[in-house]
């Protein structure tokens, strides 16, 4: 879809979920199909072209989990166009002017406009890649790791038992002092169990299963499986 085609949607900023069969940039930017003659583009590839006839507002683009592939290689077109003067990207058709599927004219190469700002999310597991340092030389990292419990605390509004967040909070402060401490989707996942289980476990039983299947497993030695 579009950008901005559904109700309340920001026209100004795209998500994009990376896949970890990203190899190369067709896969980010789209591709020129020789047995029809038109190109493929896909929602970045759009988002792009409006961004660059609306030089006048800024548009954000975030790649979600963006080192599930290797970003260096599906980037490469970009990291290379931020390096020139004209900023162009060469989207690999025959010819300076090509028609997208829907009609549209698409400039070869397509210059990268300079009111689009792109950002990242990274994780650090044995699901993603660590980051190059051809990409880290042009990319800024910002490590998020501060969680402000009693931020959190205020503005839940479900009942929750004060032992079991209590419990919570001394956990939280131990994983933090071993370099594991987990996040705000971890602790909102852990409320949403001992949602669902009120009635049928107690809190401090259902938050022991969730300490169990969520927390403890991030504790593993360099030699665990």
Same mark, same amino acid.
């Given at each position: 879809d579009t950008p901005g085609e559904r109700p309340g949607e920001n026209e100004h900023y795209l998500l994009v979920a990376v896949q970890p069969d990203w190899h190369n940039a067709r896969d980010? *930017?789209?591709?020129y199909n020789a047995l029809?003659?038109?190109? %493929?583009?896909?929602?970045?590839? !759009?988002?792009?072209? !409006?961004?660059?006839?609306?030089? &006048? *507002?800024?548009?954000y683009v975030c790649?979600?989990?963006?080192?599930?592939a290797r970003p260096e290689y599906y980037l490469a077109p970009i990291l290379s166009?931020?390096?020139?003067?004209? %900023?162009? *990207?060469?989207?690999?058709?025959? $010819?300076? $002017?090509?028609?997208?599927? $829907? &009609?549209?004219?698409l400039t070869n190469p397509f210059r990268l406009p300079l009111n689009v700002r792109i950002t990242g999310t990274v994780n650090v597991d044995e699901s993603t890649h660590t980051l190059s340092d051809k990409l880290l030389d042009r990319a800024n990292v910002i490590e998020l790791t501060?969680?402000? *419990?009693?931020?959190?605390?205020?503005?839940?509004?479900?009942?929750? $038992?004060?032992?079991?967040? &209590?419990?919570?909070?001394?956990? %939280?402060?131990?994983m933090a002092r071993a370099g594991q401490a987990f996040g705000y989707r971890?602790? &909102?996942?852990i409320l949403r169990y001992l949602e669902q289980a009120r009635g049928v476990l107690p809190p401090m039983q259902a938050l022991d299963q969730q300490i169990k299947q969520k927390i403890l497993p991030?504790? !593993?030695?360099?030699?665990t499986p």
């Open positions: 980010l *930017l789209g591709y029809t003659s038109k190109f %493929h583009p896909t929602p970045l590839l !759009r988002f792009l072209m !409006r961004a660059a006839a609306d030089p &006048g *507002l800024p548009y790649l979600d989990e963006m080192n599930l166009a931020l390096e020139t003067e004209d %900023h162009l *990207l060469d989207l690999g058709a025959p $010819s300076a $002017s090509v028609e997208t599927v $829907s &009609g549209e004219q501060d969680v402000d *419990l009693a931020a959190f605390r205020e503005q839940y509004r479900e009942p929750l $038992s004060e032992e079991a967040w &209590g419990t919570i909070a001394q956990v %939280h402060a131990i971890t602790i &909102g996942e991030k504790l !593993r030695g360099d030699d």
